[in-house]
Nanobody, 128 residues
Framework: QVQLVESGGGEVQAGGSLRLSCAAS????????WGWFRQVPGKEREGVAT????????YYADSVKGRFTISEDNAKKTVSLQMGSLKPEDTAMYYC?????????????????????WGRGTQVTVSS
């Protein structure tokens, strides 16, 4: 049974940093595509960053490029999102997701419905 559990969210002031982690069980991290998504109430879930199998094929949303870094650690069975220079508009619930049958198109366009497994999310709040 696949289970994804996010952690590391919290409240931080603008300009600060946070590191989100996604602990995975029931799968081999390096054989999946991974994504971090975020959602605020009343808006659609949007992709933040994706990483392909074995850490390849990394994509970032334009809004976070240069500030966020996605990485995976197969030995620790975790996928992380290092977030820096945080802005109030980064405030959202952040979700990690995994896909076995991922394509480059799905990773590049960060299409949520292409990811089969989801965590329950961790809240990030950035105050001005």
């Amino acid at each position: 049974q696949v289970q994804l559990v996010e952690s590391g969210g919290g409240e931080v002031q603008a300009g600060g940093s946070l590191r989100l982690s996604c602990a995975a069980s029931g799968l081999v991290v390096s054989t999946y595509c991974w994504g971090w998504f975020r959602q605020v109430p009343g808006k659609e879930r949007e992709g933040v960053a994706t990483i392909g199998p074995n850490g390849g094929r990394i994509y970032y949303a334009d809004s976070v490029k240069g500030r966020f870094t996605i990485s995976e650690d197969n030995a620790k069975k975790t996928v992380s999102l290092q977030m820096g220079s945080l802005k109030p508009e980064d405030t959202a619930m952040y979700y990690c997701a995994a896909s076995f049958y991922c394509s480059d198109y799905a990773s590049r366009t960060m299409t949520p419905n292409q990811f089969e497994f989801w965590g329950r999310g961790t809240q990030v709040t950035v105050s001005s």
